[in-house]
Structures are given as C-alpha cells and as structure tokens.
C-alpha cells in the first residue's frame, strides 16, 4: 500500500500529468540494443530443434539416436528418445533458472546494465564452446553458458526497457523484447534451413551464429547509460537526474524525478517483501504473474517451437496408421 498521498505505485497522479519529454533517439538506440536480448532467447528456442535433426551432429554426439533415424520402421517418438540428448535440450533451461535467481541480487544491487553485460558475456562463451564442441562434456558446458546468458538477460532486459521508456510509450516500447524473441526464432530457422545443407559441419555455424547477438548485446550493454531508477535505488540521486534529463531530451524533469525518488524509498522501507507480496490485497497481482506465464507454457508452444523441425508424423505410414 502506498503511504500518505501515493497510490499504490507509488507515484501521484496529479504529479505524472506534469511529465515532461519526448522520444529521444538516445532512448530508442538504448532500448534497441537492450532488446537484442529478446533475439538471444529466441534463437536459441528455434535453433535447436534443427541442430538436433542434422545427421552430422548426430554422428559425432549421438550416433544411437543416427542408427536408429535410419531405421524407417520406428517413429520419431522412439528414434529421439534418448537420455544424452534430453540433457543437451534441458540443461539450457535448468541454468537459466537458477541463473535467474542469481540475476534479481546482481540486478538490484550493481545495476541493470551489469546484469546485461554478465547475460551477453555468457552466451558469447557459450556460444563459442558450443561451435567448437568435441565431445559431450564441452556441448553441456556451452548450453549452460547459454541458459546463465538467458536466465540474465530475460531478467534484465525487460525491466531495462521498461525504466527507460517515457511512461506513455512503455508498454510499447517494452513489447520490443518480444517481438526480438520473435525475430530470432524465425532467424534461428531459416539460418538452419541454410546449414542443413552444409552437412556435416553445418551445425557448428547454426550454433555459432547465436555469438552475433551476443556480441552486439555484450558490446552494447558497455555503452547504454543505467537507468535513472537504478542509479536513484542505489543512492546516486543527482546522477540518476542527470541522465533522466538526457534521456528525456529536457531538463523539467522534477516531477518524474521526484516520483522515482518517492518510489525508491517507499521500496527500501518494506521489511519483508516476499512475505507482503502473499497478502490478500496483492494475490490479484501475484495470480496473474504466475498463471500468464504458466499457461503460456502449458499451451506446448515452446515444445512446438522446439520440435517442429523434427517431422513428427512419419510420411511412410498411412492415414489409418499401417505402414506403407
């Protein structure tokens, strides 16, 4: 709840109508490099499907699940049922996970643009052994560096565009995320329809080519400024000023100013914010957060971006299921 005049965000309403500023082009170039992160993530979901259905990578890690795709009287079901592979899909995940545990702390405490930083450094590494692999171990080092480049940059890089953005536009300026995840998925698919044909060695590039965001991710987060929310929350106030001025293209920014003020200190005085957050006047909030997300995976759509470049329903068999 909020204190004395504040609506529950924090922030006055008759205050908010005295914004001032504009789109600038150092906030459209900041939030555009942020959102590469969204392509990263991306990528990753409509690159492996391929990767795993190319034979040259299943010769040289999974040679059971190639003799057995050779076999025309087993479905796809049976010939990818294998243990090995399961973990080199997994553990990306499993990492972004708990990577994402790691990245809130790193995130509140040494800005959003460390975070960045940390989540593109990981999937270059991770990227790079996984284009380089020569053996198992080394192709699961490489997707856990890529699930901990994940599991920072889907936690900082939303919430980067999100404190950047002038009020009005933040929703849209937000969606930007998603629609890089978007891009990089249809990316990811047509750069592995391209190396399937460069057999055997065309998985290497398919993998490698997730560094190219990477590195732009990376090299960018050096130069993008923190955000004023940031830098206020960790106490350099007249900083966090200078570059809301900047980033806004003006310098009457008192009344944002003094709502990001307002706001930083309302947080720092919840004791116990996990244990408020399970309060009956936050459960609406606390409900939509978790089934949003939850049925959005529940729907399979992630299993379908993962698996569609495997051909799932076998042309050799009829429509009445007996084999032609």
């Not at 890089?180 to 398919?206: C, D, H």
């Not at 309302?266 to 939850?294: D, G, Y």
């Amino acid at each position: 709840m909020a204190a004395g005049g504040l609506a529950p965000t924090g922030v006055t309403k008759e205050r908010a109508e005295l914004y001032q500023g504009r789109v600038t082009l150092y906030v459209i170039i900041a939030c555009v490099v942020a959102a590469v992160g969204g392509s990263i993530f991306g990528y990753d979901i409509g690159i492996s499907g391929g990767v795993t259905s190319m034979d040259g990578f299943l010769k040289e890690f999974f040679h059971s699940v190639y003799i057995k795709k050779q076999h025309a009287h087993e479905n796809n079901y049976c010939k990818y049922d294998n243990q090995g592979l399961a973990a080199f899909t997994s553990s990306l995940y499993f990492a972004g996970l708990v990577a994402s545990l790691v990245a809130s702390p790193v995130t509140r405490k040494y800005g959003r643009r460390a975070s960045i930083i940390c989540g593109g450094l990981s999937f270059l590494v991770g990227a790079s052994v996984n284009a380089g692999a020569q053996n198992m171990a080394m192709l699961l080092v490489g997707r856990i560096m890529l699930g901990v480049g994940i599991g920072f940059g889907n936690q900082a890089v939303p919430l980067y565009l999100s404190e950047m953005a002038p009020t009005h536009l933040r929703g849209a300026l937000n969606m930007m995320f998603q629609v890089a995840t978007t891009l990089g998925i249809f990316t990811a698919n047509m750069v592995n329809y391209g190396t399937q044909k460069l057999e055997p060695w065309g998985w290497r590039l398919s993998l490698g080519l997730a560094a190219i965001p990477a590195l732009l991710m990376t090299v960018g987060g050096f130069f993008l400024p923190e955000t004023p929310n940031s830098l206020i929350e960790r106490g350099s106030k007249e900083q966090g000023r200078k570059i809301l001025e900047r980033i806004r293209g003006t310098d009457n920014v008192d009344a944002e100013f003094e709502d990001m003020v307002d706001a930083s200190e309302l947080a720092n005085s919840i004791k116990h914010p996990f244990r408020n957050i399970l309060k009956k006047r936050n459960r609406p909030q606390l409900v939509m957060a978790i089934c949003m997300p939850a049925f959005q995976i529940l729907t399979g759509i992630n299993s379908i971006l993962f698996y569609a470049p495997i051909d799932w329903v076998d042309e050799r068999y009829s429509s009445a299921g007996e084999y032609k």
